[in-house]
């Protein structure tokens, strides 16, 4: 019975533990202080009365008409409250995504004839159901390879390709493909340019003008004055509800005005629908999928179970795909928010507007909503100094960034995303598998030792690895230590002549230089391993260690197996690296040491001690002042 009751209470246990992680309100909402009532519902409707015309906004860049972006801001911003864990965050719309699908939907529309509506509710489907696999197997690390400046130059790349596709919108110019390139739009912009209508230019120019004011006066004036800073919160609704104003005064005194407007909007909620599964479309969207994934985790690096919720719940209410929001988050944390509970209200707010507004949603110029996408997207193009540091400090890092950058504008979202995260990870791998290795000459201090500086003495290479040592490095560690020893020494005993065609090598080779030809070479006396950086070894490395071993001995010419095992010394290492290093023997004299041989386990601090005991040939040392003086004592008793 005793056994039955403690797996039935780990059981109990582990099934509380799932629940509380997968729905976070259970564990916060039973505590919650009517205090904080006040701070959630002005945080609410403030990002309520933002994502408003956000979400038209946005709809605008998808393509789509523009009552989808309301669909994917209403019950996202509810569902996140019960799987979501961060009180700033709200799950709606967001550029980088509006931009992708926009993009998926016209080449899909284009190449297989599919309804563009459909596409964007597949494609939230699949990026829902995608970010609960990674979240179910705790795959949220992917995110861990994608560097800052990939992230750098390809958001700005996105300001600007989506600064590109609404200009023909704010300047009224019908006729251009927006699905093209960025550089191909604002060609086609030049050669049109004749056509632009100049209400709708005076409309949209107008509207940046404003939000410019209204920003601009809030961050003056905004620290002293809550109604300033509110009207700069709330600056897009403002704007539009000041141009649609205008929009209706002029189209009812003049209806041949020629400017665009949003017109007829469906009123109601959309009626829950699960996407149609169709697997050959599935098929042909899971690549955009995986991008769409990457974007929602770039935006917001949390919790990939209640993205995933949201795009799910997107999908059945024919919403596009969403994800947390960074200047939404701000104006949350700003409005007080205490909870996430804040997010029940912005929805409201949204299901407020699709129900009762859109009436009044008629007569929104479309220049307008193209000026507040404009305004809101110079905020995330990188300042040319952005770039410029990212020369000074990386050369590869900066070109991950141009890279980024330029493929967005001159190809595509998709392409420049996946061309950017490839860049960096070649970037990555070229950085590990061609680690800096430094061969001080003079030593002025060996981890926390501090000491006088010291000449390292003729003939003995010291080594200083700067990263791990894994299998795609170790071959070059090996060549490096190996071509250097050759480049500054000579063996103490001269090899015979019967040896291999391919093993010459070692016979006095040097630079070619006239300054190395002149200068005598010292006697090769041994290497060591500065260790101090090195904090993983895994079994490739320790073979390669091996290999070194041996090759270093035939370089020397010891034939004796003892003296050719004392050539090769470590310093400063690491308790861990140790431990495994010596289950492995590298540290013994035995003919038998190989690395598959040896599975005895041994504590690390018996292994590696203060005293550095533990190995019979005395390898290891404290520090490579102390390895120097061992090989000198060595070399004082062999004479």
């Not at 909402?29 to 979400?55: C, E, S």
């Not at 002293?224 to 189209?251: D, E, M, Y």
């Not at 490395?541 to 270093?552: A, M, N, R, V, Y």
Request: proline letters at 4%; hydrophobic letters at 50%.
């Amino acid at each position: 019975m005793t056994d039955e009751s403690d797996v039935f209470g780990l059981v109990l246990r582990k099934s509380r533990e799932f629940f509380f992680r997968c729905l976070p309100i259970i564990s916060w909402l039973p505590h919650y202080n009517r205090k904080w009532l006040f701070g959630d519902t002005v945080a609410g409707v403030t990002v309520g009365i933002m994502v408003v015309p956000q979400a038209l906004a946005y709809a605008q860049v998808t393509g789509l008409p523009v009552q989808y972006g309301l669909y994917s801001a209403t019950f996202c911003a509810m569902v996140y409250c019960l799987f979501g864990t961060s009180k700033d965050v709200n799950i709606g719309p967001i550029t980088m995504l509006s931009m992708l699908t926009g993009q998926v939907c016209s080449q899909l529309n284009t190449q297989y004839g599919y309804n563009v509506t459909d596409v964007a509710v597949m494609l939230s489907f699949m990026t829902g159901l995608i970010l609960l696999v990674l979240s179910i197997l705790r795959l949220g690390i992917i995110l861990d390879f994608i560097s800052v400046p990939v992230i750098v130059g390809f958001t700005s790349g996105v300001g600007v390709a989506i600064i590109a596709i609404q200009i023909p919108n704010l300047v009224g110019l019908a006729g251009i493909n927006t699905k093209e390139s960025a550089l191909n739009i604002v060609i086609s912009i030049f050669k049109n340019i004749s056509h632009v209508s100049w209400v709708d230019a005076v409309l949209g120019v107008s509207s940046i003008l404003a939000l410019v004011a209204l920003e601009q006066t809030k961050k003056r004036f905004g620290h002293r004055h809550f109604a300033i800073r509110f009207l700069g919160i709330a600056k897009n609704a403002i704007i539009i509800i000041v141009f649609t104003l205008i929009s209706f005064v002029i189209q009812t005194t003049s209806p041949s005005s020629n400017f665009r407007i949003i017109r007829e909007v469906p009123r109601g909620i959309a009626p829950p629908r699960f996407p149609n599964i169709d697997l050959v479309m599935m098929g042909r969207i899971a690549p955009s999928a995986l991008i769409s994934c990457l974007l929602c985790l770039i935006e917001h690096t949390g919790e990939l179970t209640g993205l995933g919720v949201c795009n799910v719940v997107s999908s059945i209410f024919s919403g596009f795909p969403v994800s947390g929001s960074f200047s939404r988050g701000a104006v949350n944390d700003q409005s007080g928010v205490k909870t996430p509970l804040a997010g029940i209200l912005t929805g409201l707010i949204a299901v407020f507007a699709l129900i009762f507004l859109p009436p009044l949603f008629y007569f929104i110029p479309n220049a307008t909503l193209a000026g507040i996408i404009i305004f809101s997207m110079v905020s995330i193009v990188s300042p040319p100094g952005v770039f410029h540091r990212f020369w000074i400090l990386d050369r590869m890092e900066f070109a991950v960034a141009v890279i980024g950058f330029v493929v967005t504008i001159f190809v595509a979202i998709q392409t420049g995303i996946e061309l950017a995260v490839c860049c960096s990870v070649v970037v990555l791998l070229y950085r590990v598998a061609r680690p800096r290795l430094k061969f001080p000459a003079i030593l002025q201090e060996c981890g926390s030792v501090k000491r006088d500086s010291m000449e390292v003495p003729a003939g003995i290479i010291v080594v200083r690895l700067q990263e791990a040592l894994l299998f795609p490095n170790t071959e070059f560690v090996r060549r490096k230590v190996m071509k250097n020893a050759q480049r500054h020494t000579r063996p103490a005993i001269v090899v015979n002549d019967d040896i291999g065609w391919n093993e010459f090598k070692y016979k006095g080779r040097s630079d070619q230089s006239s300054d190395a030809l002149e200068r005598p070479r010292p006697v090769f006396l041994a290497v060591i391993l500065d260790m101090s950086a090195v904090n993983q070894v895994d079994y490739s490395g320790i073979q390669g260690l091996f290999d070194l071993k041996f090759e270093i001995g035939k370089y020397a010419g010891y034939e004796n197996k003892l003296q050719s095992d004392s050539l090769l010394h470590f310093a400063a290492m690491n308790p861990n690296v140790a431990k495994r290093m010596e289950k492995c023997g590298i540290f013994d004299s035995r003919e038998e040491y190989q690395v598959a041989a040896c599975k005895e386990e041994k504590d690390a601090a018996e292994i590696f001690n203060m005293e550095y005991k533990s190995s019979r040939l005395q390898v290891v040392h404290k520090s490579v002042f102390d390895a120097i003086s061992c090989i000198i004592e060595q070399c004082d008793v062999h004479r």
